[in-house]
């Protein structure tokens, strides 16, 4: 008799929490999440100058906020003002807040043929023309290789600053007669 009972009770409670629905309540409001104003994918964009093609912007997607933008797998071709020497920018992403730059993820920056820098995240300074990076990073001038972690250039004043660096320097051949 008492089985039959706690069995019943049993039943009863399980069908009231099968209809039994407690309201979900998330810890975010739609409303917050940012949409971005314009988005596209597999893009090319040239910017054209009065002396031809100054860049040339190869980009995976980008996306436009109100704020910044943020562009996946990045490469970009360029010019300097009054040069004929082709640069070149590749990195996985790329975040542009007012005049700062983000890039992060196999940043390489190709200036000419003699200048060469590698890292994982770096910044860049639009006005200023500052480069700058706490990560380790592999810099190639001519044919000398400087490696290191933390770096800062200032693009304006060719200075380089960095800590904890080591270097490997070519030597010219004092023995060349040329």
Do not use: C, W
């Not at 409001?29 to 002396?51: A, C, G, R, V, W």
């Not at 360029?78 to 082709?86: A, P, R, V, Y």
């Amino acid at each position: 008799m008492g089985i039959t009972r706690f069995i019943i009770l049993l039943l009863l409670i399980s069908i009231s929490v099968l209809f039994y629905q407690k309201e979900f309540k998330a810890n975010y409001k739609l409303e917050s999440i940012k949409k971005p104003l314009i988005s596209f994918d597999d893009s090319l964009i040239y910017q054209i100058s009065s002396k031809g093609v100054a860049k040339i912007l190869q980009l995976d997607s980008v996306n436009i906020f109100e704020e910044f933008q943020e562009i996946n797998n990045v490469t970009i071709l360029f010019k300097k003002d009054g040069e004929d020497i082709d640069n070149t920018l590749n990195a996985n992403f790329a975040k542009k807040d007012g005049d700062d730059i983000f890039l992060s993820g196999d940043v390489d920056l190709q200036r000419g043929d003699n200048f060469n820098l590698r890292t994982e995240d770096l910044q860049y300074n639009i006005k200023s023309q500052i480069l700058k990076t706490n990560k380790k990073f592999i810099l190639t001038i001519d044919d000398n290789q400087f490696e290191g972690v933390g770096l800062f250039i200032d693009a304006r004043i060719n200075k380089i600053v960095t800590d904890n660096i080591h270097f490997k320097l070519r030597l010219k051949d004092t023995n060349d007669t040329k």
